[in-house]
């Protein structure tokens, strides 16, 4: 692989770290969300869930698990993702080492 081609697969190494950041910063949101609504709905018999366009009342322990369960999937995927951000920077770092010595070596012959 040439020089060139190296640094362009960093590039696109860079490019997916910065997607896979945006993904898990969303995931982090919704977390942050899931996590405030548990809070909100404690000690309350019931409360309102948005259902297409209307409110409807629902027993608390029904919102709660429902909240859990998405809370679990939302865990699951920023897991996911952070294993993913650090393949990619495993990867970018073993090519960007590649690359400078293949400079350092140009440089010295």
Same mark, same amino acid.
């Given at each position: 692989?040439?020089?060139?081609?190296?640094?362009?697969?960093?590039?696109?190494?860079?490019?997916?770290?910065?997607?896979l950041?945006?993904? !898990?910063?969303?995931?982090?949101?919704?977390?942050?969300?899931?996590?405030?609504?548990? !809070?909100?709905?404690?000690?309350? /018999?019931?409360?309102?869930?948005?259902?297409?366009?209307?409110?409807?009342?629902?027993?608390?322990? &029904?919102?709660?698990?429902?909240l859990?369960?998405?809370?679990?999937?939302?865990?699951? #995927?920023?897991?996911?993702?952070?294993?993913?951000?650090?393949?990619?920077?495993?990867?970018? &770092?073993?090519?960007?080492?590649?690359?400078?010595? /293949?400079?350092?070596?140009? #440089?010295?012959q």
């Amino acid at each position: 692989m040439s020089a060139q081609e190296k640094i362009q697969q960093l590039q696109m190494f860079e490019q997916s770290l910065q997607s896979l950041l945006q993904q !898990k910063q969303t995931m982090q949101v919704q977390l942050a969300e899931v996590e405030s609504a548990l !809070k909100e709905i404690q000690g309350k /018999d019931s409360a309102y869930k948005i259902i297409g366009n209307i409110m409807v009342a629902t027993p608390t322990p &029904e919102i709660v698990t429902e909240l859990e369960s998405k809370k679990e999937l939302v865990e699951l #995927r920023i897991g996911t993702l952070d294993k993913q951000e650090a393949d990619v920077k495993e990867k970018a &770092e073993a090519l960007q080492k590649e690359v400078v010595e /293949d400079m350092q070596n140009e #440089r010295s012959q």
